[in-house]
C-alpha cells in the first residue's frame, strides 16, 4: 500500500515510523523539528501508531536525518499496509516492556541488598583498604547499572538540558549521577571529606534507576492497544467479491475489484465495495455504519454500502467507489486521524520537575557558596558535601512509581465497577471532562425494537389472541419490523402458529387467513385500500408516533382490532444515569442517525435538550470537534462503527460494551454492562485515581523537599550534624 500521495507536481504525503518516542514531550519535539524544516507544510504523530504524517515538498532521506538528529529513529513507512504497521508497533511495544523489565530487575538486584544492609545497620562508610576494594567493585557493578538499566534518563536528560527544560529525566540523572561521582570519590579520596561525610550512595543510584524503569514499565502497561480499532475495521472488509466479467461469475480479491464493474451478492455474505444496485431486492444491515438496528430494504437505484451485510435477497450492483475511496475506507482514515490530532498527555512529574529541578539546583549553590565563605576548614569539602547531598536528597524513589501504580489500582477499581479501562491516559483525562455525548440508538435505546403498546380496539380479543394473530402473519414476512414483533412475542411465551394464503403487499403490509379469519396487518393506506374503519384510533396511532414508536393496525376480518407499537426502548436506568452526569455539571448532548422526530421525542422523555439528528459519520466526530473548539473536554459514548472517528477523538471516548468490537477498540472505556451508570462511575474513579496520584507525588517530593535544608548543612552549626541522603529515601519506604 503506497502512501505517499502527489497532490500535485512535488507536493506529497509521506509516513515515517519512529522508534524510541515514548512520552507527550517526544511527540512535540519531533513534530516541531519537523515543521521547521523549510518545505514541510504540516507534521502530524500518531502516538498510538507510533507514525508521523509529513506533507510538503521533502524529500524522505531529510525528513529521517531530522528526527535522528534530536535522538530518535526513523524509517520509511512506505509500502507498508496499516496492518503491518499495528503488528510492528506491538512488537515494539512488547520489546520495550520487556527491556525495562529486564532492565528493573538488574538495578533491584543490586540495589535491595544494599538497601537492606544499610537498613541492618551495615557500615556504608569507608574506613580499610578491604572496604575501598569492596566499595570499588560495587561501584563499578553500580556504574555498569547506570548504562544498562539508566541510561535512557541520561540521555532524556541530555535532550532537556539541549532543549533548555528541565523533566523527571533530569532530576534522575542528577541525583543518580552525583550520588555515584560522590560515591566514587569516597572510594578514591576519602581523606579530603570530614569524617562524618565519608559514606558512600550506590544503594540510592541503583534503588532510583530500578523503582522509575518499573513505573514506566506499569506505564507501558497501562497505555493500552489503541491500534486495535483499525485492526478491527480492516477485519470488516470483504476479502473477496464475486464479479460479472464476460457474462460469468468469477470470485476475485478485493483489491481488483474496478470502479463500475458489475458485482452479485448473495445472502448472508458482507457488501465487498460501494456501489448502486441495479437488479433485485434485499434487505441490508446497515447498523455498523448507521447504528440503527433495523435492517434497510434496498431496491434499484439504491445505495450499498462497504463492510455491511446483506440478509435476504441476491442482487447485483455497480462499484461505485473501490479502494481506499469506499466510506469504509474513509471511516479508517478518520480514526488514524483523530488518533494524530489528540496528543498523549504529560506527566504531572515532568511538569512538577520542570519547576523543581532549577530551585534544588539554585539550593545546592547557595549551600555550597554558604559553607565556601562561612565554613569550618576543610571548607571545600564541606561545600561540596552538601551541594551533593541537595542534589541526592532531590531525587525521591517514589517519583516515578507515583503516576502507574495510582492508575493501576484505579484501574481495578473500575473494572470491579463493570468499567474497563484500556489506557492510563484516560483514566486520568475522564476527571476532566466537561461535555459529553452520547449516541442515541443502542447507547440511551436498548438498540433492538420491541413491541411496547398494545391498543386494542375491539374488546372481544384478548391482547394473547392479538399477539398470537401479528406474530402469526409476521413470522412469513421478511419485513424488518416482523422480526421484532415475532421476538417480542416469544420472549412472552406466545408461539406463532401457521397462517394460509399469505400475501406481501409492498408499501402497505401483509394479509392471510388466520384460523378461519381474514387478517389485514399493516399502516394506513392498508385499512383504507380495505374499507377499515380506523375513527378516533388515526389520532392514537399519530399520538404513538409522535413518541417515536412505529404503529401498525390489525384488522380482523375488515374490522379493526388492535394498534401494536414497535419501538428501541430507553433503557430502562439512562434517565437516572442521565441526571448524575448533569449534577455533576457536565452538558450532556445527544447525536444520532435518526430522524428528527424521533430524536427529540427521546430526548424529551429523558431531560437532554441538546440534540443534533440525522448526523453522518463523518459529522460525528466533527461535532467532537466542535465543542473541543469551544473549550469543553469532551466524553463520547457509542456503540457502532459510525461512532469510531468520534470515540477516537474525543478526549475520552466510552464504548457500550454490548456494541460493535470496532467501537470497543476506538474506545478508551468500556462499560461493560451497556449501562450510561458506568460512565459517572468512571468518571468518580478517574477523580480518585488522580487525587491519590497529586498525594504520591506530594507525597514523594514533600519528604525530599524537607530534608533539603538539612542536606544543605542546617544542623551542622547546632548539633554537628551533617544528613545522610539515604535518610528521606528510607523514610518513604516505611511510609508507603
Known amino acids: 500500500m503506497n502512501k505517499i500521495l502527489n497532490n500535485n507536481a512535488d507536493k506529497k504525503t509521506q509516513e515515517l515510523i519512529i522508534d524510541g518516542a515514548s512520552c507527550?514531550?517526544?511527540?512535540?519535539?519531533?513534530?516541531?523539528?519537523?515543521?521547521?524544516?523549510?518545505?514541510?507544510?504540516?507534521?502530524?504523530?500518531?502516538?498510538?501508531?507510533?507514525?508521523?504524517?509529513?506533507?510538503?515538498?521533502?524529500?524522505?532521506?531529510?525528513?529521517?536525518?531530522?528526527?535522528?538528529?534530536?535522538?530518535?529513529?526513523?524509517?520509511?513507512?512506505?509500502?507498508?499496509?496499516?496492518?503491518?504497521?499495528?503488528?510492528?508497533?506491538?512488537?515494539?511495544?512488547?520489546?520495550?516492556?520487556?527491556?525495562?523489565?529486564?532492565?528493573?530487575?538488574?538495578?533491584?538486584?543490586?540495589?535491595?541488598?544494599?538497601?537492606?544492609?544499610?537498613?541492618?545497620?551495615?557500615?556504608?562508610?569507608?574506613?580499610?583498604s578491604l572496604e575501598r576494594g569492596i566499595w570499588l567493585f560495587i561501584g563499578i557493578l553500580c556504574a555498569a547499572i547506570m548504562y544498562f538499566s539508566g541510561k535512557h534518563f541520561y540521555v532524556g536528560a541530555w535532550k532537556s538540558f539541549t532543549n533548555h527544560t528541565a523533566n523527571m529525566d533530569t532530576l534522575i540523572a542528577l541525583g543518580t549521577g552525583t550520588a555515584w561521582i560522590y560515591s566514587m570519590v569516597v572510594v578514591f579520596f576519602p581523606m579530603v571529606l570530614p569524617e562524618m561525610a565519608r559514606h558512600v550512595y550506590f544503594e540510592a543510584t541503583a534503588m532510583i534507576i530500578g523503582l522509575i524503569d518499573l513505573g514506566l514499565a506499569l506505564e507501558v502497561k497501562a497505555r493500552g492497544r489503541t491500534s486495535e480499532a483499525i485492526k478491527r475495521l480492516i477485519g470488516l472488509q470483504a476479502k473477496t467479491a464475486r464479479v460479472v466479467r464476460d457474462n460469468k461469475e468469477i470470485d476475485i480479491a478485493i483489491e481488483q475489484v474496478l470502479l463500475n464493474d458489475i458485482v452479485r451478492v448473495r445472502p448472508g455474505e458482507k457488501i465487498s465495495v460501494d456501489g448502486i444496485v441495479i437488479q433485485g431486492h434485499t434487505s441490508i444491515d446497515e447498523s455498523m455504519l448507521t447504528g440503527e438496528p433495523m435492517p434497510v430494504e434496498k431496491a434499484e437505484e439504491d445505495e450499498v454500502v462497504a463492510g455491511t451485510l446483506n440478509k435476504t435477497g441476491s442482487v447485483l450492483f455497480k462499484a461505485t467507489r473501490v479502494g481506499k475511496d469506499t466510506a469504509l475506507a474513509q471511516i479508517i482514515n478518520m480514526v488514524k486521524r483523530a488518533q494524530n490530532s489528540k496528543p498523549p498527555i504529560g506527566r504531572l512529574a515532568d511538569v512538577i520537575s520542570g519547576y523543581f529541578v532549577p530551585v534544588v539546583i539554585i539550593i545546592a549553590i547557595v549551600s555550597a557558596l554558604a559553607w565556601l565563605n562561612f565554613g569550618p576548614d576543610p571548607a571545600l569539602a564541606f561545600a561540596v558535601v552538601s551541594a551533593t547531598t541537595v542534589l541526592i536528597i532531590a531525587c525521591p524513589c517514589a517519583l516515578g512509581l507515583a503516576t502507574p501504580m495510582s492508575v493501576m489500582v484505579g484501574v481495578g477499581k473500575a473494572a470491579e465497577a463493570g468499567v474497563l479501562i484500556r489506557n492510563g491516559e484516560a483514566l486520568q483525562t475522564a476527571s476532566k471532562i466537561t461535555a459529553m455525548i452520547l449516541d442515541k440508538t443502542g447507547t440511551i435505546t436498548e438498540g433492538a425494537p420491541k413491541v411496547t403498546d398494545v391498543l386494542i380496539a375491539d374488546q372481544s380479543y384478548s391482547e394473547k389472541y392479538i399477539l398470537t394473530a401479528a406474530s402469526s402473519i409476521e413470522s412469513g414476512s421478511e419485513h424488518p419490523l416482523a422480526q421484532a414483533i415475532v421476538d417480542s412475542t416469544i420472549e412472552q411465551g406466545i408461539d406463532p402458529e401457521t397462517v394460509t394464503d399469505f400475501h406481501a403487499i409492498a408499501g402497505h403490509g401483509v394479509k392471510a387467513i388466520f384460523n378461519g379469519h381474514q387478517l389485514l396487518f399493516g399502516n394506513q393506506k392498508l385499512m383504507l385500500k380495505n374499507g377499515v374503519v380506523l375513527m378516533e384510533y388515526v389520532e392514537k396511532a399519530q399520538k404513538l408516533a409522535d413518541e417515536a414508536k412505529t404503529p401498525m393496525y390489525l384488522a380482523i376480518d375488515k374490522k379493526l382490532a388492535a394498534i401494536i407499537a414497535v419501538s428501541d426502548p430507553i433503557k430502562t436506568d439512562s434517565i437516572s444515569a442521565i441526571k448524575r452526569l448533569q449534577a455533576n455539571g457536565i452538558r450532556v448532548v445527544m447525536l444520532t442517525g435518526d430522524n428528527r422526530a424521533t430524536a427529540n421525542a427521546v430526548a424529551k422523555k429523558i431531560g437532554i435538550t441538546e440534540v443534533f439528528a440525522e448526523v453522518l459519520?463523518?459529522?460525528?466526530?466533527?461535532?467532537?470537534?466542535?465543542?473541543?473548539?469551544?473549550?469543553?473536554?469532551?466524553?463520547?459514548?457509542?456503540?457502532?462503527?459510525?461512532?469510531?472517528p468520534a470515540l477516537a477523538l474525543a478526549n475520552v471516548g466510552f464504548a457500550i460494551g454490548t456494541g460493535t468490537d470496532v467501537a470497543i477498540e476506538s474506545a478508551d472505556i468500556t462499560l461493560m454492562r451497556g449501562s450510561l451508570h458506568g460512565l459517572a462511575d468512571a468518571i468518580a474513579v478517574s477523580k480518585a485515581t488522580l487525587r491519590n496520584i497529586k498525594q504520591n507525588l506530594f507525597g514523594a517530593f514533600i519528604y525530599n523537599v524537607a530534608g533539603v535544608p538539612f542536606a544543605a548543612g542546617l544542623l551542622y552549626p547546632f548539633f554537628g550534624l551533617l544528613l545522610n541522603p539515604v535518610i528521606p529515601e528510607l523514610q518513604w519506604h516505611f511510609h508507603h
Not at 521533502?58 to 513507512?77: D, F, H, M, P, Q
Not at 499495528?86 to 520487556?98: M, N, R, T, V
Not at 466542535?626 to 462503527?641: F, K, P, R, S
Open 24 to 128: 507527550a514531550s517526544c511527540v512535540g519535539k519531533i513534530e516541531v523539528a519537523l515543521r521547521s524544516i523549510d518545505g514541510v507544510d504540516s507534521a502530524e504523530m500518531n502516538f498510538a501508531l507510533r507514525t508521523v504524517t509529513v506533507t510538503g515538498t521533502v524529500e524522505i532521506e531529510l525528513l529521517i536525518k531530522t528526527v535522528e538528529s534530536i535522538g530518535y529513529n526513523a524509517k520509511s513507512a512506505e509500502d507498508k499496509s496499516d496492518d503491518e504497521l499495528i503488528d510492528e508497533k506491538d512488537i515494539a511495544d512488547q520489546k520495550y516492556y520487556k527491556s525495562l523489565m529486564r532492565q528493573m530487575w538488574i538495578a533491584l538486584g543490586l540495589g535491595i541488598p544494599l538497601m537492606v544492609y544499610s537498613l541492618f545497620g551495615g557500615p556504608m562508610t569507608v574506613e580499610t
Open 617 to 644: 459519520p463523518e459529522d460525528k466526530s466533527n461535532k467532537v470537534a466542535e465543542l473541543q473548539a469551544q473549550g469543553e473536554i469532551v466524553g463520547m459514548t457509542g456503540d457502532g462503527i459510525n461512532d469510531a
